[in-house]
């Protein structure tokens, strides 16, 4: 074990090539612990300054609590690029609370080509905390692989273009978070989330919002699959709000609601596309709510469930699904019926499922 905080600065001669690597020797993660106490001087564990090509990889590294109000493991800053964190486990400090300053990882400087990837991130207030001033954005960053738990946020992002954030899985049971991932990009040339499982217990499952594209950089959000399990406090599994371009493919959302729904489109979402996708609330709320009015982009082939009274809340309240078509004009070839999944951890179609054979699922 390493008790001790550590600040990188920029190394002459890093580059692609000649990369600066940090790694367990056996390569096994919990073979070597570098572990700090939180305090007023550092904050961190770990911390890039001005960096280029690091490599932190195959390691543990864990923030100590202590009575100061930051703990933070690892903290990008003043542009550090094409830096990874790879196959580690990082010990957060449990929070239950909107405070960037107890983030596992943390950014709020403009940082390029930054991956975090294949990692274990554990409690914080935020799992991965990315998020710059107006005006400044990181581009290239890639998060992809990891596994969250029971951060108070798990992904918190603004300003960043170029953003993948894929196949990670994040779980949380805080009884009062706003939502498990949300993302603020302002201003793209596209990203993609894709293939990441999300299950959490209240509040909202993802929130996309001021998220601009454009006819050559879409905004793809597909194949993700997100659970709201029922204990009263879930909202919405989706929120859209704000944001163009958006391609909303694939996706399978199941939620239990009492008042909400399982997708929200909000307001000025232009040019949005919902295809393929299963909108479920077991909760006795609505299977969609939309504030202003229909993507313009076109919605079909989806899969639409409530076991309330009511399917939609669309400017007024609609009963049924075919009062929502009227309304919409759009999904002609969707249906309205309860999905069935492989189980209640797995929600991929069940083979043969009839609502899966009606839309090629």
């Known amino acids: 074990m390493y008790t001790e905080s550590i600040s990188f600065k920029k190394i002459d001669g890093s580059s692609s090539v000649n990369t600066i690597t940090f790694q367990s020797e056996t390569g096994i993660n919990s073979d070597v612990m570098i572990q700090a ?9 770990i911390k890039f300054n001005s960096c280029s090509f690091f490599r932190i990889k195959n390691v543990s590294i864990k923030i100590v609590e202590t009575p100061v109000n930051f703990g933070s493991v690892v903290g990008f800053f003043y542009e550090t690029n094409n830096t990874r964190i790879e196959g580690c486990i990082l010990y957060g400090i449990k929070k239950d609370e909107f405070n960037d300053s ?11 080509n930054n991956s ?30 990891n596994l969250i738990k029971e951060s108070y946020y798990g992904i918190y992002i603004t300003q960043s273009d170029d953003l993948r954030i894929i196949g990670n899985i994040i779980t949380t049971s805080h009884p009062d978070i706003l939502q498990t991932v949300r993302v603020g990009v302002y201003s793209s040339t596209g990203f993609e989330i894709s293939k990441n ?54 996706n399978t959302i199941q939620v239990a609601s009492k008042i909400d729904a399982a997708m929200e489109v909000g307001d000025l979402c232009d040019k949005t596309k919902l295809y393929n996708n299963v909108f479920s609330n077991i909760g006795g709320g609505y299977a969609i709510r939309v504030s202003d009015q229909y993507p ?14 009511n399917f939609s809340l669309c400017s007024s309240v609609l009963k049924d699904f075919s009062g929502f078509k009227a309304i919409t004009k759009m999904d002609g070839n969707s249906i309205c019926v309860l999905p069935e999944f492989i189980s209640t951890d797995d929600l991929h179609a069940k083979a043969g499922s009839p609502w899966a054979v009606q839309l090629n699922r």
């Open 37 to 45: 106490e939180s305090n007023d001087s550092t904050g961190y564990v």
């Open 102 to 112: 107890w983030s596992v990882i943390y950014s709020a400087t403009a940082s390029n």
């Open 116 to 145: 975090i990837i294949n990692n274990t991130i554990l409690d914080g207030s935020f799992g991965i905390c990315w998020s710059t001033n107006f005006n400044v954005y990181s581009e290239g960053l890639v998060i992809q692989g």
């Open 197 to 250: 499982k999300l299950n959490f217990s209240a509040g909202s499952g993802m929130l996309i919002a001021n998220c601009v594209g454009n006819d050559s950089s879409k905004l793809v959000l597909t194949n993700n699959i997100i659970t709201g399990s029922s204990n009263g406090y879930v909202s919405y599994g989706l929120v859209i709000s704000r944001s163009t371009y958006l391609e909303i493919y694939h």
């Open 296 to 309: 313009a982009g076109g919605s079909d082939y989806n899969c639409f469930y409530t076991n309330g009274p």
